[in-house]
């Protein structure tokens, strides 16, 4: 069986979001899917609905706010940007998962006791 993409556990896609327009500013929702992409290595790769579900989301809590605009290429493209309560949410977001990743390092990394069973 060959390795298959990251399967994201719920909430990880909207800290994603909301790091990544923190970073970059203003962005479409293809291009805040591709950055998250390209930063991932391309180990976790979003379609429209997962990435725009998301959007949608954070939406409606506030964290981010959504205006119309010109994308690059000269088509009308809704872009995102994360607001201050976004900006909070994204910092108490990300103190838990590092204290998770450290807690499951320090288990993963676990050696057998000497002599127990």
């Not at 205006?67 to 309560?85: H, L, M, P, Q, V």
């Amino acid at each position: 069986m060959g390795e298959s993409k990251l399967d994201l556990l719920q909430g990880t896609l909207d800290l994603m979001v909301l790091q990544t327009l923190a970073a970059m500013g203003s962005q479409h929702g293809y291009g805040i899917a591709r950055r998250i992409e390209q930063v991932s290595g391309d180990e976790v790769l979003l379609n429209q609905g997962t990435i725009y579900a998301s959007l949608v989301r954070l939406q409606q809590r506030g964290w981010i706010s959504a205006e119309w605009g010109t994308s690059d290429n000269n088509r009308k493209a809704k872009f995102y940007e994360i607001t201050k309560e976004g900006r909070k949410q994204l910092a108490e977001d990300a103190a838990h998962w590092q204290r998770l990743a450290g807690v499951m390092g320090r288990v993963l990394a676990m050696q057998e006791e000497g002599g127990k069973q």
